[in-house]
């Protein structure tokens, strides 16, 4: 079966690190994503990970683990800004994106 | 500039009526999708195409019918068969290719009167 695992919400301070974790489970597997989403907006891409470790693109990075079923994104130097739903994303077999429900995270001053 | 246009963004549909949605791409992507979003959840994929003339069902495809015509264009019609059509419907377009990226339309808000 294909399942796919985040915290429902987080929040941290600004100027703060955090870390949003995700596990998965997929038929087949093929890279994974990460989006942003703001309320009432589309999804923005952030990341893709085919490769197990580390990639890191500003104050965002993503790590995989392909024999763990694992992936984090994380948010360095957090900004009022980054308060949205973080959505983990498995290209299955197929190239099938499967999206979960997200995390949302709140940003407090 | 190169992007995805949903229309309308807003549309109230009553009982009983079927409503089209409107998705262009101009970014030359293969590949096409139409995903469903209700509150605090999840995107769902209702339809995708690959190419032009041929779609597939995705996992909440019952009530809805698509057309894939042209490459650029990838309407979504919801049907009265369709019992809980109020939500957000996201158009998305990628290349079709290993690792393909899939972009983002605005969304269209679909509410039922």
């Known amino acids: 079966g294909q399942n796919i695992d985040q915290p429902t919400e987080m929040t941290a301070t600004e100027g703060a690190i955090v870390q949003i974790n995700c596990t998965y489970q997929?038929?087949?597997?093929?890279?994974l994503f990460w989006y942003q989403q703001h309320a009432g907006e589309a999804p923005t891409f952030l990341s893709y990970n085919v490769l197990d470790g580390l990639e890191e693109k500003g104050r965002f990075s993503s790590f995989l683990s392909r024999s763990k079923g694992y992936s984090y994104l994380l948010l360095k130097e957090l900004q009022m800004k980054d308060s949205a739903s973080y959505l983990c994303?498995?290209?299955?077999?197929?190239?099938?994106?499967?999206f979960g429900a997200g995390t949302r995270l709140f940003v407090k001053a | 500039d190169g992007g995805i246009t949903q229309s309308p963004k807003y549309l109230f549909r009553k009982e009983g009526q079927n409503v089209t949605l409107s998705c262009e791409q101009n970014?030359?992507?293969?590949?096409m999708y139409w995903y469903r979003q209700d509150p605090g959840q999840g995107l769902r994929l209702i339809y995708y195409?690959?190419?032009?003339?041929?779609?597939q069902k995705g996992d909440i495809a019952e009530g809805y019918s698509v057309s894939r015509e042209k490459k650029e264009s990838f309407p979504l019609t919801v049907t009265s068969a369709q019992k809980n059509p109020t939500a957000f419907y996201l158009c998305?377009?990628?290349?079709?290719?290993?690792?393909?990226?899939?972009?983002f339309g605005e969304g269209s808000w679909l509410t039922v009167v």
């Open positions: 998305a377009s990628s290349t079709g290719s290993s690792g393909n990226t899939i972009y």
């Open positions: 994303a498995p290209l299955g077999g197929g190239f099938k994106t499967i």
């Open positions: 997929t038929s087949g597997f093929n890279g």
């Open positions: 195409s690959q190419i032009v003339n041929d779609f």
């Open positions: 970014l030359n992507h293969d590949a």
